[in-house]
């Protein structure tokens, strides 16, 4: 009796091991996918301007020589693209080391403050108003390098796809304190709402082109989110604006990978 009894709690470890093992290997699987579509997406993004650069150059060479007008237009296409890759290559680095060892500080920060100095850098690098409304100090804790870069990276956006002022609100619920960032810009259509976290993901590339961006920057926001604990939502509207909501929770868990 004893004996069915063991062989019967040892079927259930193996089941139970088998289980393990499955779910493991998908796990595996599913990030050698991830990387392999990573790899493949990076090298056809890092293509584009590649191309774009190569068929400067030949104009350059070409025409160049004789014609001003045509060697200032390819020299500032070369030099646009040139940056345009640079910014990608580093983009691509930052989410390469989120895949490996990035560890998470918590501190207590001013939030009011730290909001504020990332503004005025803002400002004083674009000349564009950037408004905050409320007053501080507002206590959170968190990494405040990690929160400065996602704060950057949603502002840079409202900067690049409006043209009017950009207005900061900081307010509290029960669990979070929420940083509300609007623009008066373009807004995303809803089609595009669901992937404009997915690498590489632009809407409207045409349109965009002349923003130069990687279409990188918010698959770095929500990786830094993740990591923080931090939850995004979008708010947008064609025609009127966008405001990103980052919620960041007053009991944050944050995750080391
Ligand atoms: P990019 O480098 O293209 O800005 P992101 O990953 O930061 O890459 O953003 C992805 C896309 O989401 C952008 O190309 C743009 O089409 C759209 N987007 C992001 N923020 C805004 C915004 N505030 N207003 C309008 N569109 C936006």
Do not use: W
Request: charged share 25%.
């Amino acid at each position: 009796y004893q004996k069915i009894e063991l062989s019967k709690n040892r079927k259930d470890e193996m089941t139970q091991m088998g289980i393990a093992f499955n779910e493991m290997m998908e796990q595996l699987e599913e990030n050698y996918n991830k990387q392999e579509q990573f790899v493949s997406d990076a090298s056809h993004e890092l293509k584009t301007p590649l191309t774009v650069i190569e068929s400067y150059a030949k104009l350059l060479s070409r025409h160049g020589f004789k014609n001003k007008a045509i060697a200032e237009e390819s020299v500032n296409a070369i030099i646009n693209e040139t940056a345009r890759m640079k910014e990608m290559i580093t983009q691509m680095l930052v989410l390469a080391k989120g895949n490996g060892q990035q560890t998470q500080k918590t501190e207590t920060i001013d939030l009011y403050e730290l909001v504020e100095s990332t503004l005025q850098s803002m400002r004083t690098a674009y000349n564009r108003n950037f408004i905050l409304k409320g007053e501080g100090p507002i206590y959170v804790n968190t990494d405040m390098e990690q929160l400065t870069q996602l704060l950057f990276i949603i502002l840079d956006n409202a900067r690049k796809y409006s043209e009017k002022e950009i207005k900061t609100t900081i307010s509290e619920d029960e669990e979070n304190t929420v940083v509300a960032i609007l623009d008066y810009g373009n807004g995303i259509p809803k089609k595009d709402i669901n992937y404009i976290f997915d690498r590489f993901y632009r809407v409207d590339e045409a349109r965009n082109r002349k923003t130069g961006g990687t279409g990188l920057g918010l698959s770095i926001a929500k990786e830094i989110a993740n990591r923080l604990s931090i939850k995004l939502e979008i708010d947008s509207t064609v025609g009127f604006g966008t405001t990103i909501y980052i919620f960041i929770p007053k009991s944050p868990i944050l995750i080391n990978f």
